[in-house]
């Protein structure tokens, strides 16, 4: 078991107070929890653990761990540990690299996506490592799979940061080397930064939404007055967000603005989506009733209301120096 990453305790809370400042808001805080690495983990299979449990660890830590203690690298091993992570970071989206999140059909086909594969990475004592698929199983490994998943979240292909190493992957190298079978090499890797990324979570209040469906002839004119309706019932004060689904939502706003530009049209097979976020929770059962309202209290045709509501945390991110957040480990 590998502890060190939570610093909800009152005096780890200080650390994350002191760095975060006037956005640390101590009555509604929660948890705050560091992004440890791979060396605890190492240790710990070295010292013969077959299963390891830790708290917050970085993606690519999970692989880079067993790794490490295979092959016995050290913790300064910059160029190995950044193939590692690497091969990590390749499988941390599990069926994303497999072809997944590539398909695309007519641009970027990929074949039985209904029984897609779970990817394995095979990696080599030098740090490169081979992607494949399960066998059996549909799917896709190609360069094109492998260079969108080694981009994916990557701000800086320069210097992907994690606890472990810094990765630069400007001159690796992408190899097709059989089916569904792909070579990187070539990652190279930097000193560990002195800092690791604290995630600090507070109460962030109740998130509500419900969906009413207009259809036919004058549908896109219904759920228009449903949603006029909604926002001049709640109020100004109540923030709200509302989508008209088959008209204007996924490249929507939550001011609206994008909607009140779009012209009027006769789109007929339309749902209105209402969602708001306040602290208090009995406002957002109110907006919740409205919308349930809307059932028989107009506009015409509306129906399949749906509704709900959780509650939400809300974070902030900030920089820890390492050592004042050692990690552990115990075998149990």
Same mark, same amino acid.
């Given at each position: ?177 059989? %089916?569904? #079978?792909?070579? @990187?090499? $070539? /990652? ?10 604290? +995630? =600090? ?37 109540? %923030?709200? #967000?509302?989508? @008209?689904? $088959? /008209? ?10 994008? +909607? =009140? ?37 107009? %506009? ?18 900030? +920089? ?13």
């Amino acid at each position: 078991m590998v502890e060190g990453d939570d610093l909800s305790g009152e005096e780890a809370r200080g650390i994350v107070r002191e760095r975060l400042g006037a956005d640390f808001d101590a009555a509604r805080f929660v948890c705050a929890n560091a992004y440890q690495g791979a060396m605890e983990i190492a240790a710990a299979i070295r010292a013969g653990a077959q299963v390891v449990v830790t708290g917050r660890v970085a993606d690519p830590s999970l692989v880079l761990g067993p790794a490490v203690a295979h092959f016995g690298w050290s913790a300064t091993d910059w160029d190995r540990l950044a193939g590692g992570t690497m091969a990590g970071h390749l499988l941390e989206c599990g069926a994303q690299v497999t072809g997944g999140y590539f398909a695309d059909p007519g641009r970027k086909d990929v074949p039985g996506t209904e029984n897609i594969g779970f990817p394995i990475a095979e990696i080599a004592a030098d740090g490169s490592c081979i992607v494949g698929k399960a066998a059996g199983t549909g799917g896709l490994v190609d360069c094109r799979t492998v260079k969108e998943q080694l981009l994916y979240e990557v701000h800086d292909p320069a210097a992907y940061v994690t606890p472990d190493v810094v990765a630069d992957i400007t001159q690796a190298s992408v190899e097709q080397v059989g %089916p569904d #079978r792909v070579r @990187l090499s $070539g /990652v190279k890797g930097h000193p560990r930064t002195t800092t690791l990324k604290v +995630l =600090a979570f507070f109460d962030g209040g109740w998130l509500g939404e419900a969906e009413i469906s207009y259809a036919g002839p004058n549908a896109e004119a219904r759920a228009r007055l449903a949603m006029d309706m909604m926002k001049k019932r709640l109020g100004a004060d109540m %923030p709200l #967000r509302c989508d @008209l689904i $088959g /008209v204007s939502s996924i490249f929507a706003d939550d001011d609206g603005e994008m +909607l =009140a530009r779009q012209p009027r049209g006769q789109a007929m097979d339309v749902r209105l989506r209402a969602a708001s976020r306040h602290g208090d929770m009995e406002r957002i059962d109110r907006l919740l009733r409205e919308v349930t309202a809307l059932w028989t209290g107009g %506009p015409a045709g509306g129906g399949g209301v749906r509704t709900a509501k959780r509650q939400r945390l809300s974070s902030r991110a900030c +920089l820890v120096p390492r050592e004042l957040v050692p990690a552990s480990w115990q075998l149990a």
